[in-house]
């Protein structure tokens, strides 16, 4: 089955459908385990919103005044940091639960964010009128696409002339090519054991699943994509690469030293 679902339009219908489903159970109540009630989140963004940010802040700079676009933005909590920092930002995804704990989150810290619920190769073209600052998307969402086409396409298609698109996700040495195993930096071991180059899908539990008290894990399909092939469908976009950093482990000095974790791409629309 995993052979043919990127040329198949049916079967990519079904892993898209899949995953959607996934995403619009009990994410609310996962993230409520993970970051506390939305009040209590909030409290902690507004004490440190560039922290909340990390690399994004270096990279995005002074965003007052700026119109931000996070394309599956989850549970909100980098939209509500832009909109403590004075960004007027909107976010889209497809799940009702991220929609929820989002808005409480806004409205908690008190800024307002927009939220869309959509699938966002489905946005409907009242929302795309090209005239976004900033367009970003980070930390495991290319590999819910069977294609990347036209998620960049639709980055290209929301920003304004001279505008920023900014990708950040997990380095595909760390995800496709290493398994790890140990707890410390003492112990922390690493073999290679992927193929760097395999196309095929994934079978995963979702993200939010070991925040989740529910002992049933719930699944979802995933492609991983090479550096080449996302630097190369940015460039194929219409976007003009400026930039493309390989990162290090953040949290930490010791833990993973010399092993890329993480990828930012900024790309503009001339």
Known sequence: MEENFNTIDEEKKVVIDSNEEIWNKETYDAWVNRF??????????KKNPEAVLSIL???????????IMNLMG??????????????EVTVVDFSEGNKNYALELAKA?????DY????VLKLPKEKVRGDYDIVFA????IHYFTDLAPFMKLMYELLSNKGIALLRDFHPVSTKLISSRGSTAKVRKHKVTGDYFDTSL????VSYFKYSEDDVPKKVFLRKWTLGEVVTSVANSGLVIKSLDEEP?????????????TFTVMAEKL
């Open 138 to 141: 980070e930390m495991g969402i």
């Open 109 to 113: 810290a008190d800024v307002k964010i």
């Open 74 to 87: 989850s549970n909100g909590n980098k939209a509500v940091a832009l909109a403590l920092l004075g960004a």
């Open 57 to 67: 802040y270096s990279k995005l700079g002074d965003v007052k005044g700026k119109r």
């Open 202 to 205: 994934e079978e995963k539990d």
């Open 116 to 119: 869309i619920v959509s699938d």
């Open 36 to 45: 506390g009630t939305p009040e209590e989140a909030a409290a902690r963004i």
């Open 249 to 261: 482990n953040l949290s930490s000095e010791v833990f993973d030293k010399g092993i890329p974790k």
